[in-house]
């Protein structure tokens, strides 16, 4: 039995119709979609050959951190991106470190925040270098500001190089009222 194709006007009309639903659902699926402002740390110990310094086993120096921005949320969870919170942070490597910025990944550990797990990744992470600076930023699921509780805790930030050498950490003091 012999079945005439459809005609271009059908297929053509069908082809529309399943790129606008398509459009339609993933627009709302990915309305609030944040690429993270980091990538994760990959660490090497069997391969990692310490540096040296003057003849002494390089240490990692502590960073000089700044905080950028802190943005809380301001909308219930579930309306587009009004409810996320951000944290972005500046991160300057001293210039006379025989490690660089591609070499190392950064800890951020709260010391005394509330649920900051819910803020920092549990690894180490590295971000995208600029000179001696690179910049992140955390997003977290912050909610309406009737169920927000401020901001007041510090961080601990820390290189770490591909060896597992951890360095100095540099403490930052995190403060925001609700957003």
Not at 69 to 95: F, L, N, V
Request: aromatic share 12%; charged share 20%; glycine share 10%.
């Amino acid at each position: 039995m012999w079945v005439r194709p459809p005609s271009r006007r059908v297929m053509r009309n069908l082809l529309i119709s399943v790129f606008i639903s398509f459009g339609l659902f993933s627009a709302q699926s990915i309305a609030c979609s944040f690429a993270p402002g980091y990538y994760t740390f990959e660490t090497e110990p069997e391969g990692f050959e310490m540096k040296m310094d003057k003849g002494l086993i390089a240490i990692l120096p502590a960073p000089q951190v700044q905080i950028d921005k802190i943005t809380r949320g301001s909308a219930a969870p579930g309306s587009s991106c009004d409810d996320a919170g951000m944290i972005h942070i500046t991160i300057k490597w001293p210039s006379d470190s025989v490690y660089t910025l591609d070499e190392i990944g950064f800890y951020f550990q709260s010391e005394n925040g509330l649920e900051p797990d819910l803020i920092f990744p549990l690894g180490p992470v590295r971000g995208k270098p600029e000179g001696n600076e690179v910049k992140f930023f955390f997003v977290w699921l912050d909610g309406h500001p009737k169920y927000q509780k401020p901001l007041n805790f510090n961080l601990n930030v820390f290189a770490i190089n591909k060896g597992l050498q951890i360095g100095q950490p540099t403490t930052v003091k995190i403060e925001a009222g609700k957003g």
